[in-house]
Structure formats: structure tokens, C-alpha cells
Nanobody
Framework: QVHLVESGGGLVEYGGSLRLSCAAS????????MGWYRQAPGKQRDLVAT???????NYSDSVKGRFTIARDNAKNTVSLQMNSLKPEDTAVYYC???????????????WGQGTQVTVSS
């Protein structure tokens, strides 16, 4: 079993910054892609940013230039630095990881429990 635990959410004013962190633990052979998604009330869960184990990143257009994703492969962690936050960034943010638990198993997508980010105007 694999567990993802997020931290770092909270309340911040318009234009402020927050840093989210996520740590993966458990039966991990290899993690390929890690990422952050978010879900606002009444809306679907959307991609924020992803990063491969080789460091290739992908961002949604709405956060490009404001958010930065990074990971530490040795520690199985991923972070999201969020700057210039806007009220529309308010959502529950979820960490995800595509994990092989052994050399022979297929990759499975695991999710954290989510952390609330609220940006006041």
C-alpha cells in the first residue's frame, strides 16, 4: 500500500504565497509522474502541474509563471510553490503519484487526502 500525505494549505490574501508539500510512503519500487490537482466546490478536479522522475514539468495555463512544481526523487516528495495567488486558485489541492510497487506490477495512481487552499480578495 502507498500513502500520500499533503501539507501546507491554508488561508492567504490575494497576491500572497503558499507552499504545498506531499510525501509518498509505503511499498514503493518506483514513482514515475507526480503531480498536483485541484478541485473547487461544484467543479471537476483539474490538473495544476505534473513532474516526471526526469524532471520534465507540465503546468496548466492558469498557473504558468506563478506556480512551480519540484520533487525529490530520493525522498519521494513533491512540492508546489504558489505565488501571486488569486481568489480563483481557491480549491482543495490533491497530490498524486504514479507508482510501481514492485518491478513486475503495473503503475497505479495514488492520491492524497487533499489540503484546502483559500485565497481571500
Amino acid at each position: 500500500q502507498v500513502h500520500l500525505v499533503e501539507s501546507g494549505g491554508g488561508l492567504v490574501e490575494y497576491g500572497g504565497s503558499l507552499r504545498l508539500s506531499c510525501a509518498a510512503s509505503g511499498s514503493i519500487y518506483r514513482i514515475s509522474t507526480m503531480g498536483w490537482y485541484r478541485q473547487a466546490p461544484g467543479k471537476q478536479r483539474d490538473l495544476v502541474a505534473t513532474i516526471t522522475n526526469g524532471g520534465t514539468t507540465n503546468y496548466s495555463d492558469s498557473v504558468k509563471g506563478r506556480f512551480t512544481i519540484a520533487r525529490d526523487n530520493a525522498k519521494n516528495t513533491v512540492s508546489l510553490q504558489m505565488n501571486s495567488l488569486k481568489p480563483e486558485d481557491t480549491a482543495v489541492y490533491y497530490c498524486s503519484a504514479l507508482v510501481k510497487t514492485t518491478r513486475f506490477t503495473r503503475e497505479t495512481d495514488y492520491w492524497g487526502q487533499g489540503t484546502q487552499v483559500t485565497v481571500s480578495s
